[in-house]
T-cell receptor, first 112, second 113 residues
Framework: DTAVSQTPKYLVTQMGNDKSIKCEQNLGHDTMYWYKQDSKKFLKIMFSYNNKELIINETVPNRFSPKSPDKAHLNLHINSLELGDSAVYFC???????????FGQGTRLTVV | DQQVKQNSPSLSVQEGRISILNCDYTNSMFDYFLWYKKYPAEGPTFLISISSIKDKNEDGRFTVFLNKSAKHLSLHIVPSQPGDSAVYFCAASAKNTGNQFYFGTGTSLTVIP
């Protein structure tokens, strides 16, 4: 039974489209995250969501928006996709902001 | 700005020998450090952690050493096994950065049978 699951695993889309990546965790964690791993393998946090408080990495364009319908889900919506958005996106969860996170398997987004 | 650095992109070690993976950081306020292991097409999985109040933490074959004055940590795997072949990421956090974790770029370890 997967602890942190995200869908889809692969996503190929054209520039300008809007897409969503879904994430669910069944660990009962209070905190969820979205990370981006770019072509240089940097793994950078995009958002963390803890007790309904959203912490945004200021370098993330506002075309990216997280949506959390409940504590177990944190979806990522991306508007007007650009070529530079191509990356692997990881969802993760943890008990709180300063504990180790459990990661999903990643979504490889390719914008063409 | 890259606050956590792993300067060796890859490392090859013979099975049974020790693997030493290194990580350097620039923010002296970092007080909690993690190592993650990542297999291809999977997400990172937590391996071991260390708090800045300690200089060593051991869990089975894995030991993490922290040298605060040098802003350096290392992960020792002994003995290395072929199943240890993966990419290893170190990560660091501090209260003054909102506890968010900063990751290194990873070191790809290959354990040769």
């Amino acid at each position: 039974d997967t602890a942190v699951s995200q869908t889809p695993k692969y996503l190929v889309t054209q520039m300008g489209n809007d897409k969503s990546i879904k994430c669910e965790q069944n660990l009962g964690h209070d905190t969820m995250y979205w990370y981006k791993q770019d072509s240089k393998k940097f793994l950078k946090i995009m958002f963390s969501y803890n007790n309904k408080e959203l912490i945004i990495n200021e370098t993330v364009p506002n075309r990216f928006s997280p949506k959390s319908p409940d504590k177990a889900h944190l979806n990522l919506h991306i508007n007007s996709l650009e070529l530079g958005d191509s990356a692997v996106y990881f969802c993760a969860s943890s008990w709180d902001l300063n504990t180790e996170a459990f990661f999903g398997q990643g979504t490889r987004l390719t914008v063409v | 700005d890259q606050q956590v650095k792993q300067n060796s992109p890859s490392l090859s070690v013979q099975e049974g020998r020790i693997s030493i993976l290194n990580c350097d950081y620039t923010n002296s306020m970092f007080d909690y450090f993690l190592w993650y292991k990542k297999y291809p097409a999977e997400g990172p999985t937590f391996l071991i952690s260390i708090s800045s109040i300690k200089d060593k933490n051991e869990d089975g074959r894995f030991t993490v050493f922290l040298n605060k004055s040098a802003k350096h940590l290392s992960l020792h795997i002994v003995p290395s096994q072929p199943g240890d072949s993966a990419v290893y990421f170190c990560a660091a956090s501090a209260k003054n950065t909102g506890n968010q974790f900063y990751f290194g770029t990873g070191t790809s370890l290959t354990v040769i049978p």
